[in-house]
């Protein structure tokens, strides 16, 4: 009888995830578009009201994001006064869109990576999961990682895109 024998295994491959540097918690996103008069004008007494009559509590332990969804021109002090009531609620206060929040909160825990322990293997990064990964993480564990590795590679084990490989002088 013929043993089978599991060659991804074998192969000497390390898997890396990109999920695994995904940061659990609650999001929130705050647009500033609904404030606005004619979705075009922050009026500083309104929104002084808006800021004192909202339970800012409702972003307790979340990640919350600022941004306005139109092109108008919002004064740097509104996400000042706005950072204010949020924080003494929310994990961490950004501004931007969710995708960026999301962008900033992987490059933070890439930051912490440390790629010497890879020196010298094969590495597959990995491509598909529950987590939606952006693109830029990708992109940094790949320039992180190629001046050490003897390999990059996409996707999962058992069918990889080779992406990079050392020539050996």
């Known amino acids: 009888m013929d ?22 918690g609650k999001r929130a996103v705050i647009d500033l578009k609904p404030l606005l008069v004619e979705e075009f004008l922050l009026r500083e007494k309104d929104f002084r009201d808006y800021i004192k009559t909202t339970d800012w509590s409702q972003y307790q332990n979340s990640f919350v994001t ?39 909160l992987f490059s933070q825990k890439i930051s912490q990576f440390d790629p010497e322990i890879y020196r010298d293997k094969r590495i597959v990064i990995k491509g598909c999961g529950d987590v939606h990964v952006p693109v830029s993480v990708y992109m940094e564990l790949t320039r992180l990682l190629h001046p050490l590795v003897k390999s990059i590679m996409y996707g999962e084990p058992c069918s990889t895109v080779p992406v990079y490989k050392k020539i050996n002088l």
């Open 66 to 104: 600022l941004h306005c969804s139109n092109d108008a021109i919002i004064p740097v002090w509104a996400y000042m006064l706005l950072t204010v009531a949020l924080e003494p609620f929310a994990v961490a206060i950004f501004y931007g869109t969710s995708d960026e929040m999301e962008q900033s």
């Open 3 to 24: 043993t089978i024998i599991n060659k991804v295994s074998e192969s000497g491959l390390v898997t890396i995830d990109p999920a695994d540097f995904y940061t659990p």
